[in-house]
């Protein structure tokens, strides 16, 4: 077997694989013997029918099927012989089939980068600390008031921060279109779920019948209406305000909280924030990591496997809104909204790999066993948890790759500089809505 590896564009790579012919043969007598054994033909004997008869009636299927076979067997082995890593499926070409010489085609493949981790003495990543202030807490307390509270009918006219209860209809140039109408449709003005124009055209209103005039963004998600103008029929129903929840036992039920008065409801709070800020200043300074790598260490990520992780990031997203691939048009989500961050994501993983190995981590299993151990403190039943967990190889694999991950980011915080960077939370809120 004689193997040419050509490269292309940027990861494409063209192999070209040449098949002695000894192994054709070898293959092809191989098959009409087995054929002989069995073969029916009128005229002669089972087992006496001439080869050349045989070849004859089946050389054609028997001649497809050892080129195959050699394509099967000779493809894996050329990409261990010459260490090639494939990240595509291979476009097969024949490009000589003819038994009295050598077997050859060309395999075009996008391969996986080598990498070589690079850490930058210039570049410094931010260690996120996050200052909480009592008037955050005092927020967080008014905000928990407010969404566990009760919306009353009330008879004025809507204000922000009110909820409506209205029917819409909304037409371009006078057609109807998908998702264009509602019937008793609780809205929160000011809460921005609607497309820009429409909260503001009912603040001021009573319960009535009116049209707005709106122009969807030119981002929306649904490519079809991005930029386009719409018309919408409204008919404002109810307005209600909030009548916010009392900090009493049944508020403490609703929230899971065992806890007697408001001051131990302050305490459980301010604790609940502290826990979140810490994730929160985790995940943040991760994040600054994340970006001084991939400027440090430039490469390609194969084009192939960008558009795999930017069709499961569709995927998802379709999903949380209860739609599918199938049930979906193209204009919904288009797939190259998505392509930036998934070339990130490949980026990434493609670098954390190279970088596993250049630190040497491991994940044995009493680190998986102490992980499991502090997840469960989170449940109320921690044995079910872990009888639970034990049983679910995909979590337990997913678990592995959070602690992987966690181990990786210590030994780049050992690896790279960092600066300090303290966030106000309520800039950190801001930043969220």
Known sequence: MKVNVKKLKDLERKITISVDTEEYDSK????????????????????????????QRYGQTIHAEVINELIQESYPKALTENSI?????????????????????????EVFPDITPKFSRWSSYEECSIEVEDSDIDLAIEDIKKRYGEWKDVDRKAKPDDQVVIDFLGKINGDEFEGNSAQDFNLVLGSNSM??????????????????????????????????DAKFEI????????????????????????????????KEITNRMENE???????????SIYEVLLKTNKFKAPISTINEQADLMRKDALMRIGHTEENAGDDLF???TFLDKAE???KLDLLFAELIKHFKISVEKKNIDDFIDKESNRYKDPDQFKQWVSAQPQQLEQFKMIILE???????????????????FSELAKKKV
């Open 195 to 228: 497309i820009p124009g429409f909260e503001d055209a009912i603040i001021g209103k009573k319960p009535s019948k009116f049209t707005v005039d709106c122009k969807f963004p030119d981002d929306y998600f649904k490519k079809d209406l991005a930029g386009v």
């Open 344 to 346: 990130k994501r490949v």
């Open 28 to 55: 092809f007598k191989n098959k009409i013997k087995n054929i002989k054994t069995k073969a029916k033909i009128d005229g002669f004997r089972k087992g006496n029918v001439p080869n050349e008869v045989l070849e």
């Open 334 to 336: 288009p797939i190259d």
């Open 277 to 287: 800020v810490i994730l929160q200043e985790k995940d943040l300074t991760k994040e």
């Open 85 to 109: 890593r494939p990240a595509s499926s291979p476009q097969v070409v024949i490009d000589s089939e003819d038994p009295k010489k050598q077997i050859t085609y060309s395999a075009t493949i």
């Open 406 to 424: 966690e181990q990786l980011v210590e030994k780049l915080k050992n690896a790279l500089k960092s600066k300090k960077k303290v966030i106000k």
């Open 235 to 266: 008919e404002l129903k109810k307005v209600q305000e909030i009548t916010e929840a009392k900090i009493n036992k049944d508020l403490f039920a609703k929230l899971q909280m065992d806890i007697k008065d408001k001051s131990e409801f302050k």
